[in-house]
């Protein structure tokens, strides 16, 4: 479309500069007022495409206008031509506020710079038709003096520049929308990235929740088993095998710990604490000793794992197994809170200098140094405090 009123405007626009034409004179003036009825078509069908306005009737009986009355006119004989041209230009005036009308309208929407450059080149137009037409149907002169040729270049050099406009606007507009594609590509990307890490964490937790559960069904079927059998068979024996027994029990509670840490699948400290807490009891009715059991909040051990919760029951054993074998105590306090592990015993005491260099205390400075623990121990004629603490 641009290219064609190009063209209709560029030949019109040389028909000024010619000395000679190629043609008869009157078939050329005649083809030269086609071409110029022909541009005010165009036009009429930029105008639609730049306000973008749908109005094909419109376009359809403008355009067949267009083309069958300069046919009718040249019935007429080249006497008339400048004349009747006129009037047809004259009804291409009348829908000049129609295109008005589409281009304030077209800035309302927010087009400012367009519309206000159509603006100017409808009215340079305007201008210049009223006058051309002017000389066309009322001729002051014996030349005619026109100044068409100045509409068709202010059109084209404004609708050059619009075109370039707009496509500087779509060139932004698609960078734009790449970058935002990019970015959600990324987003995307990532996200299933995560979903199959998460997806992978899942797959080995599971793994090693099938895992767990084979080794305590071993442990329950194989080791515990003949453990219970062993025991069940020295029930019935002398009470020689006291000692043995007493070993073969030991076992199993320690077969037991195990197998409650490892089943312990969520980690929590107190339950484990809560499973040895029977035994414990037992232990220190055997020795005519009350166990006070005070849990204030679920203990929070840096770095919890299975193997830790167990280098934990140990300490927890090894200490009451010296309460039991040397406090003489009659009272045990067990006191458990989310920061620290305090046993308390009313026993004889014992001299911590001199006792340095015992496996005892050693193996609880040990594992305490191994799980991050302040291990805090003080001794006297009115019983033994060990206390356990975690950040």
């Not at 698609?174 to 935002?180: G, P």
């Not at 496996?359 to 291990?375: F, S, Y």
């Amino acid at each position: 479309m641009l290219a064609l009123g190009s063209l209709c405007s560029g030949i019109y626009t040389s028909s000024f500069f010619l000395t000679e034409v190629p043609v008869q004179h009157s078939l050329w003036l005649w083809f030269i007022y086609t071409l110029a009825m022909g541009f005010s078509y165009i036009i009429l069908l930029i105008i639609h495409r730049f306000v973008r306005v749908e109005h094909p009737l419109l376009e359809r009986w403008a355009g067949a206008y267009t083309l069958i009355i300069p046919f009718l006119i040249a019935w007429t004989g080249p006497a008339y031509y400048l004349k009747l041209f006129g009037y047809m230009g004259a009804s291409y005036a009348l829908i000049s506020p129609y295109l008005f009308y589409l281009v304030i309208r077209h800035r309302n929407t927010g087009h400012r710079i367009e519309s206000l450059l159509l603006l100017l080149v409808l009215s340079v137009l305007a201008g210049i038709g009223v006058h051309d037409l002017d000389q066309m149907i009322f001729p002051h002169r014996h030349l005619p003096n026109y100044y068409a040729y100045w509409a068709a270049s202010s059109m084209g050099l404004v609708i050059t520049f619009l075109v370039i406009l707009r496509f500087d606007r779509t060139l932004n507009r698609y960078i734009l929308l790449n970058s935002n594609l990019n970015q959600q590509i990324e987003e995307k990307s990532q996200a299933l990235a995560s979903s199959y890490e998460e997806r992978h964490t899942l797959l080995t937790h599971n793994a090693l929740l099938d895992e767990r559960e084979r080794i305590l069904r071993d442990l329950h079927d194989g080791l515990g088993g003949y453990l219970i059998s062993a025991l069940a068979l020295i029930d019935r024996m002398p009470q020689t095998t006291h000692a043995l027994q007493k070993t073969l029990r030991t076992a199993l509670d320690d077969l037991r710990l195990m197998v409650d840490s490892i089943d312990d699948k969520n980690g929590d400290l107190s339950l484990l604490i809560a499973s040895v807490r029977e035994r414990l009891d037992l232990a220190m009715d055997a020795c005519n000793i009350t166990l006070h059991w005070q849990v204030t909040a679920p203990p929070q051990l840096p770095n919890p794992s299975p193997s830790r919760h167990v280098q934990l029951i140990r300490m927890i054993q090894e200490i009451f197994n010296n309460v039991a074998k040397h406090s003489q105590a009659h009272h045990v306090n067990f006191i458990l809170t989310d920061s620290f592990l305090e046993i308390r015993d009313d026993g004889i005491g014992f001299d911590p200098q001199s006792l340095k260099t015992g496996r005892g205390l050693t193996n609880l400075r040990r594992r305490a140094a191994e799980l991050g623990l302040i291990l805090t121990l003080r001794s006297g004629n009115h019983g033994t405090l060990i206390r356990l603490e975690w950040v």
